[in-house]
Every structure is written in C-alpha cells, then in structure tokens.
C-alpha cells in the first residue's frame, strides 16, 4: 500500500470504517488518564461521578492548550490547534452540542486548509455535515418527536419542520461529493438528508440518487406502529438493556431497562394491566443500581420469583455485575457481593442463565471482552463458584453474545460464544462438568465479525439452529448491500442450519441473509403467529453517521426469510440495542420493544414497543413451565406442538425455554403461534433434570396455561387483558 496516494488509503479505509462524529473515543480517553481510586469498578455512584468529572476536566484543558496556542503561528502550532479543535468538536458532539461541535470543526477545517491538507478538509467537510444532520435530528425527531419520527422512510409526518440544519447539510454533502462522487457513505447520508424535507428522491442530483425500490419490502403483513408514549413508558436514553417478563408474578409482563449512562439507573415498569404502566424504580429499590449495557433474567434461587443479572463494562474498564435478589414483594436486593460475583469486575456485554450440570439450579456463563469467560456454578445456597478454568471455557476474547442451547439433544445445554474479531467458540458439553471447543470442526467460527447470536429452531425440525449476526463496520458495506454488490464475508451474519446429525449446514445465502447487516441488539419471535420464527436487528455504531434502519425479517416456513422491514414501519433509523418479543397485553399478539439510543449521551432517543397490526386468523396458545426437579424457571426445558395444519398436514412447531437473544431478554413463558390449526392435538414437554416427559392431548388453542414437572395435568391460568390503543 506503500505506493498509494493519501485520497487512495482514505477511499480504501472509508469501506471499512464509519467517518467518526460522535466523540466517544475521546471521552473514553479522557476517563482512562483521570485519577480513580483503586475501589472504583466496585462503586457505581463513584463511576458516574469520575466520569462527569473526567469529561469536564478533559474538555478544559483542550480548551487551555488553544487558548496557549492562540497567538502562535509555527507550523508545529497550526498543527496542533487543528488537533486540538478537532478534539474540542469530538467531545460537543458527544454530548449533543452541534452548535459549538461544528464551530469547532470550522476551526479544524481552517488550520487544515493552512496546512494544505486536502483529504483532511475533504473529511471535515463531510463532519460538519454529519453534525448539521445531528443537529436536525435534534430539533426535529427528538424535540418535536411524533411516533413516525426517524422511522424509515420517512413519511409525511416524519419530515423535518425545523429545515436550515439539513440545509446546511445538504450543502456540505454536495461539496464532498462534488470530489468524490462514489463515496456511498455520504451518497446514502444525502438521499436521506433529502428525505428529512421531502425531497427525496427528486431533489437528490441525479447521479448521487440511491433509488427508493432497493428498500420496498417485497411482502406486507401489516404496519406495526409505536405505542411506547401512549403506555406510560416515557423512556428517552441511551443504549442499554431490556428484559420484558412477570416479575410480581399478576401474570402481566413488566419492562426494566438499562442504560449505558453511568450515571443513569435501571427504570422498572409495572404493567397496571389497564393499557398502562407505572414508574415504580424507587419503590423496587432499582434507583442506585447505575449503568449497564446488558440484563437478564432468572430464577437462580428456585423461589418462584424471577430476579436480575444487570451487566456492565463493555467497550469501558471493568465494572462490576449486578446481581438483584426478587423479594416477592415488589423490591429487588442487590446479593452481587455475597454471591460470589462481584469480584472480578470485568469488561462484561453478555452472559446466559443455564443449567449446566442439570442439578435443578440455574447456573451463569458470562461473557467478557479481553479477559477469560467465567462459568458460575450454582452452589445452591444463595452463592456461586467459578468453575471455568476446570470446565475448560476460561478463553479470552473480545466477546460480545453467549447464549446456551443443547444443539444435539443430548440433554446437556451447550456454549455459543460470539467473538469481535476472532473466531467465535462453540463449547460442547460432556456432561461431566468440562466442555470442548468444536466450533472449528463444526464449522461455525464465523464471522470473524459476530455480535448477537441465539439457537432456536427456525425450521421446526425438532434441532435447534444457530443465528450469528455480524456488526459489518461501514455504512459503505449497508449500502453496498441494498444496491446488490459484492461486501466481504465477515460483514454478513451466518445462519446454521442443524442437520440432526451433530453438525451444522451454513445456509445463510439460501435463507436470503447473505448481506451486510450492523447488528447490535437482536431477538427472535413469532409475529404473524404462524409457527415459524422472525427475528428483528437493532443497528448502529457510535457515530452519528451511522443512521441505517433497524431491521425486521420475517420466516417462510422454515425454508427463508423476507426483509419487512419498510412494508412493516418497524425501520427506525436511530440506533438499536436490546430487543425484546413478548404479548404485551395478553391478546396473543407478539409486540416488539426496541431499546433505542447510542453509545454518547448525544445519542439519547426514545425507546419503542411497536404494536402488532394483529393476525387473529393465526391461533396461538402460551405455556408457562415451572420446573421442580428441573430448576423453577424451566430453562432448557423444550415443548413440542402437533398441529393439523389448514391443508391437512400435521404439523410440528417447537421452542426451547431461553431469554431469547444475548442483547434483550424476552419473557420466560413461551408463546407459540399455530397457524391456522384450530386444536393441538398433542402438547409433548421435555425436562433436562429429571429426564421426563409430559404429553397432553387435545388442548383449545390461544389461551395462557401452566405446566408443572410430573403433573398429570395442565393448568389453564386466567391472564388478564387489555386492548391496546390503536391510535398513537
């Protein structure tokens, strides 16, 4: 690459990277020199604390260093204020001040142009209208924020009444491209800056234009709309974490969030089962539990209330866990400490809640980046051990999903651990307390860029498969992918088919799935109730020029799946993290929550919960599993349906008891679509620990039952209901 011009290595290098406005770096700089007392990764409120303190120091002293270097006119000092102003402008732009963040971008552009820096000025030209683009999002989407705000593409009510900042954009977009007229990055951020006010395409210049039907959905099962304000859940945030799941146990599923603000706490919704929910963090004692990027769900304690793993640290320093104790009466305790799983604090995105060993208690495989994966036995007295090095999973990476599944039915749940460049681990349990890496003989390595994963069974065939999706790292590769060109490999996810016969089959390109994706939150459910399992991708990366819409797909009977996304209006354009599926109102009908906003506290934007338009020809039936053998929450437990199906064909549709995804938590219960079959002719549920099985025969469909190990019968519980509200 030596012999190659400067505007050469910056196309090159633009296919594999984001142009930067976001100045999440920075601060992360900033918070790694600051001075923090050895206690700090165990202290959450010191944590937010050091952070507030560490931007504000840092931002200070650039603003020192400028103010020394004012009078100066030295090439070395030009140099250096145009550094220094390009830091200033990062760190505005982090926390959502375009004004003063393009000001200050001014100024690196006029200490690059004195430079005669070119391909320098050409990349600030394209910042400065990334941040005039923020700027409107700003004081239109987020400001003057309706339900079809951001949602992609942008109708009527969506489009910008606040126009000078995209204005200002278009102008600087125009210049860039004026030199550089293939760049896809800036050629997508155009078309788009157009369509903010209601000029897309026919304002976009003809040769710069990124044609509307590479994104028409090629089928429509109806428009999901954005019920979130109208339920109560005023949520307006980073990104973080989701679990929706009953956790005072009224049968209605409750919401808890997190976020990746330190200085921000869990936020706890009770469902009030009337079409509302109600703030009750502080009456749960959830208000000084601070941060976190990830959470998940359990019963690690077989006491029939589900608790709280809350994690913390990825892409920071090492942070501690949270581990939240349910009372029953409404709070949680934080047990972190005295369970054994404060210390190490680690880098932590992930982790999964399985029974390993099949003693009846949930035991904990996290995740860490950069430091060796734990395996925490359940010593089942309120503590854990851990027991990675001896199992033979303390491998290190940069992890970002685990998830566990037994994918060759052997009765012992095994390991998927999703890797950031590096091969991804496959650990097959030998039930005997170790596992072995087979992911290479298995062939499921890849991609080399994997962030969320799950197993389920796409295909009812009765062996779960295994989905990885990938976090390509370019705007240029999401575009490249919607016109059909050619992307590398390591940016397109992977879907294993299991063949049933202890290997996996890699049919992502038969699935229609072989594209570029930027995936960082992910789950799976059924939203057309028809048995086979869709799966929705929130997108994104930190900087504010990776506006790309989420994504919704939907499965064709196990042989494909569709891309709905803009048919189905659930294409929102700000940034994804935990996703979760889950019948919010007991009507049978799987919502989708999105937890939305970025990585910056500039980033902040509403979460979703996006209503289902509602397929009530499709029957369906919910079945909660309480183990007594098996441990309380039924983790690993697996529930076969036979169906006759309406051509006559009996059908079988199957699930596995799992938080769905490794970024969200869906509810524990299982909800599973039927089609249009009108009766289950047989009902069949496996337990790992006691190695039984259940068969009930004949069940009515869409109602909500409960199913105890060894009962001889089932349990038909009475949910309560409510109607969503159909307009906004």
Same mark, same amino acid.
Request: charged share 20%; hydrophobic share 35%; with cysteine.
């Given at each position: ?7 050469s290595? =910056? ?10 406005? @976001? ?17 700090y990764p ?34 070395? @000092? ?10 200033v ?18 100024? *690196? ?6 430079l ?7 990349? /600030? ?9 923020? #700027?409107? *999002? ?12 951001? /949602?992609?593409?942008?109708?009527r ?17 125009? *210049? ?14 155009? &078309? ?30 109806g428009?999901?709309?954005? !019920? ?6 005023n ?10 799941d009953d956790?005072?146990n ?17 936020? +706890? ?21 601070l ?12 006491d ?14 090492? /942070? ?17 400490? %005295?369970?054994g ?16 060993d ?36 303390? #491998? ?7 998830? =566990?599944?037994? +994918?060759? &039915?052997?009765?012992?749940s ?94 992502t ?13 992910? &789950? ?6 028809d ?6 991708? $929130? ?39 935990? !996703? ?8 049978? #009908? ?32 919910t /079945? ?26 009996r ?9 769905? $995804? ?5 509810p ?12 289950i ?15 009930f ?5 869409? #109602?909500?039952? %409960?199913v ?21």
């Amino acid at each position: 690459m030596g012999g190659l011009s400067n505007q050469s290595h =910056a196309i090159i290098d633009k296919a594999y990277s984001t142009t930067n406005v @976001s100045g999440e770096s920075v601060a992360e700089y900033l918070f790694r020199l600051f001075k923090k007392p050895p206690i700090y990764p165990q202290n959450l409120q010191l944590i937010a604390e050091a952070r507030r303190r560490a931007l504000a120091s840092g931002l200070k002293d650039f603003q020192d260093e400028l103010e020394d270097l004012r009078n100066q006119d030295t090439k070395k @000092s030009v140099y250096l204020k145009m550094l220094g102003y390009k830091d200033v402008a990062q760190l505005w732009s982090y926390q959502g001040d375009m004004p003063r963040a393009i000001e200050n971008f001014g100024l *690196e552009y006029k200490y690059a142009s004195a430079l005669g820096l070119s391909d320098k000025q050409l990349e /600030i030209e394209e910042q400065i209208g990334i941040s005039y683009m923020r #700027q409107g *999002e700003n004081e239109n989407c987020r400001l003057r924020h309706n339900v079809m705000s951001c /949602i992609f593409p942008l109708c009527r009510e969506a489009q910008y009444t606040e126009t000078l900042p995209s204005e200002n954009a278009i102008r600087h977009f125009l *210049e860039y491209l004026s030199r550089k007229p293939d760049d896809l990055e800036v050629r997508w951020l155009l &078309n788009l800056t157009n369509m903010t006010l209601g000029k897309y395409p026919q304002g976009v210049p003809k040769k710069y234009v990124i044609p509307p039907q590479v994104f028409r959905s090629a089928e429509d099962i109806g428009a999901f709309t954005d !019920v979130a304000p109208s339920l109560g859940l005023n949520l307006f945030d980073m990104a973080g974490g989701v679990i929706i799941d009953d956790f005072d146990n009224d049968g209605l599923l409750d919401i808890v969030v997190s976020s990746y603000d330190a200085g921000v706490s869990l936020r +706890y919704f009770h469902n009030n089962g009337n079409g509302t929910f109600s703030d009750r963090t502080e009456q749960a004692g959830l208000s000084e539990q601070l941060g976190g990027l990830n959470m998940i769900q359990t019963d690690y304690n077989n006491d029939g209330w589900l608790d709280i793993l809350v994690m913390r640290g990825a892409w920071e320093e090492p /942070i501690r866990k949270s581990l939240l104790r349910n009372n029953g009466d409404g709070t949680f305790t934080d047990v972190t400490r %005295e369970a054994g799983l404060a210390v190490p604090a680690t880098r932590c995105p992930s982790a999964v809640w399985a029974d390993f060993d099949n003693d009846g208690w949930a035991d904990l495989f996290v995740g860490n980046e950069f430091s060796p994966c734990q395996l925490f036995h359940n010593n089942r007295d309120g503590t854990f051990t851990d027991i990675a090095r001896r199992a033979g999973v303390a #491998q290190s990476a940069f992890t970002k999903g685990v998830v =566990a599944g037994d +994918y060759d &039915n052997d009765g012992y749940s095994d390991i998927y651990v999703s890797n950031l460049g590096a091969n991804n681990f496959l650990y097959h349990n030998n039930g005997d307390g170790t596992f072995t890496n087979v992911a290479r003989p298995l062939q499921v390595e890849q991609p080399l860029l994997s962030f969320p994963a799950w197993f389920f069974d796409y295909n009812n065939d009765g062996w779960l498969d295994l989905y990885v999706s990938a976090f390509a790292p370019s705007v240029t590769q999401i575009m490249r992918s919607y016109l059909g060109l050619a992307v590398p490999q390591n940016s397109m996810p992977r879907l294993y088919r299991n063949t049933g016969k202890g290997t996996f089959e890699d049919v992502t390109a038969e699935a229609g799935l072989a594209r570029a994706v930027m995936t960082m939150g992910a &789950n799976f459910g059924d939203v057309d109730n028809d048995g086979f399992l869709d799966f929705y991708l $929130g997108t994104g990366n930190p900087s504010y020029a990776s506006l790309i819409p989420n994504l919704l797909f939907r499965n064709h009977e196990g042989k494909y799946f569709t891309d709905i996304t803009t048919s189905s209006g659930t294409g929102t354009l700000q940034k994804g993290h935990g !996703v979760a599926f889950a019948d919010i109102n007991n009507d049978g #009908q799987e919502e989708i929550f999105c937890k939305l906003g970025g990585a910056t506290p500039g980033d902040r934007y509403f979460c979703t919960l996006y209503r289902n338009p509602g397929h009530y020809a499709n029957n369906w039936i919910t /079945i909660k599993l309480v183990g007594v053998k098996t441990n309380r929450a039924a983790l690993g437990a697996r529930v076969k349906l036979t169906v006759t199906a309406h051509n006559g064909k009996r059908q079988d549709i199957y699930r596995t008891v799992t938080s769905g $995804g490794s970024f969200g938590a869906s509810p524990l219960r299982q909800h599973v679509g039927i089609g249009k079959a009108s009766r289950i002719d047989a009902l069949e549920v496996w337990w790992p620990t006691s190695k039984t099985r259940q068969v009930f025969h004949n069940i009515d469909p869409n #109602q909500f039952i %409960e199913v105890r190990e060894f009962a001889s019968s089932f349990v038909r519980l009475k949910y309560p209901t409510f109607a969503m509200p159909q307009k906004p």
